[in-house]
């Protein structure tokens, strides 16, 4: 990764989540297989690039999508949270 396409460059990211010499062989293992499963997707770079895209966009965007239409939305003043229980209460 680099700086330039939004990430970390993996010097400073290991600078920045290594702070003990335990953590480093772990840190090692993560990154090994970040770039086996990325490898994985397709033979191709540029398919690789779009299939990692379409990955995280999907894992990730949709959910915070779903919080903006969900619990995003209710009323944020107690009283009206709490008529909203009562309504709902007395639905069949």
Do not use: C, H
Not at 32 to 55: C, G, I, N, P
Not at 61 to 89: E, K, M, N
């Amino acid at each position: 990764m680099n700086a330039k396409g939004g990430g970390l460059l993996p010097d400073l990211t290991r600078r920045l989540l290594v702070a003990d010499a335990s953590v480093e062989a772990e840190l090692d293992q993560v990154v090994a297989k970040m770039q086996q499963s990325y490898t994985q997707y397709s033979d191709v770079e540029t398919q690789r690039a779009w299939l990692l895209s379409f990955y995280r966009s999907n894992r990730f965007a949709l959910g915070i999508g779903a919080w903006r239409f969900s619990f995003a939305i209710w009323p944020r003043l107690t009283i009206l949270d709490q008529q909203l229980l009562a309504v709902s209460g007395q639905l069949p």
